[in-house]
């Protein structure tokens, strides 16, 4: 396993190298929602009973914020080595497909954890419950940040430029975080749209996160914890099967 371990430092490396923009700008950028959000609609939104919309606001954003990182960590790493040619390096080594796949998803992983950390920490300066189920709380962010960071791993060996990795991202992760129910609950939504909401994976990654929080979810946290693994599994064996096939890396 010494190939995994050293393409994982290296991918930790990378990130951490650049933590202004990996990392601090994202925490920011969640502070700067939580505070315009918290401000114009705490006072005329709850949606939970006995949660303020501060507090229903904080596991969202955070949870939002380590997907799009766990997403961005493993598309931007493989879309830059394809484009600079550095990839031969990774290629060249006696690398299993699957020390290949676990390295680079494990480290997306630590930095969206990383960037939770941040979001959860600058989020105490806002009245906060105590977590309710932190075990339920680990699940769906380590879940969660996998699945991203494996759907950004396709993208990154599908896209052959960087406009069509901001194509991916712009307008298939951004809908799918922002209608997620980051900042409300859907059952505040007409039917119809609660029932557009059940086809979007992100929901019951998000849902299932504040679950551990509250102790209340939209759906039961078992159902979500079910659509969320399977979504993985699917996931995690196609882009296997790409990074054994070569396909878009060695050829």
């Known amino acids: 396993m010494t190939g995994f371990y050293t393409l994982f430092y290296k991918e930790i ?3 951490w190298k650049v933590g202004f923009q990996t990392v601090a700008a994202p925490v920011l950028t ?33 949870m939002m914020s380590m997907l799009q990182n766990a997403f961005a960590n493993t598309s ?11 990839i031969v390096f990774i290629l060249l080594p006696p690398l ?11 480290a997306a992983i630590v930095r969206g ?14 009245p906060m419950p105590t977590p309710q189920y932190p075990l339920w709380i680990f699940v769906f962010a380590f879940i969660g940040c996998g699945l991203m960071a494996i759907l950004g791993m396709i993208a990154g060996i599908w896209a052959e430029k960087y406009d069509q990795l901001a194509a991916f991202q712009n307008f298939l992760i951004m809908p799918l975080t922002f209608l997620s129910g980051v900042f409300y609950s ?27 929080f509250f102790g209340q979810s939209d759906v039961n946290p078992w159902l979500s914890l079910t659509v969320v693994g399977f979504s993985l599994l699917i996931l995690a064996a196609f882009a296997l099967s790409l990074i054994k096939s070569g396909y878009k890396i060695r050829r």
């Open 186 to 212: 859907i059952h505040s939504l007409p039917v119809f749209w609660q029932n557009v909401s059940h086809f979007n994976p992100v929901f019951y990654m998000i849902d299932g996160f504040r679950y551990g």
């Open 113 to 126: 954890l990383v960037v939770g950390s941040g979001v959860l920490l600058t989020s105490l300066l806002f």
């Open 96 to 106: 299993s497909h699957f020390e290949f796949f676990a390295a680079y998803t494990l």
């Open 30 to 62: 969640a502070l700067m929602y939580l505070l315009i959000f918290a401000h114009v609609l705490a006072a005329h939104v709850q949606p939970f009973p006995g949660v303020s919309y501060t507090a229903f606001l904080i596991p969202g954003l955070m």
């Open 13 to 15: 490396l990378r990130f």
């Open 76 to 86: 931007s790493s493989i879309i830059q080595s394809k484009v600079t040619g550095s």
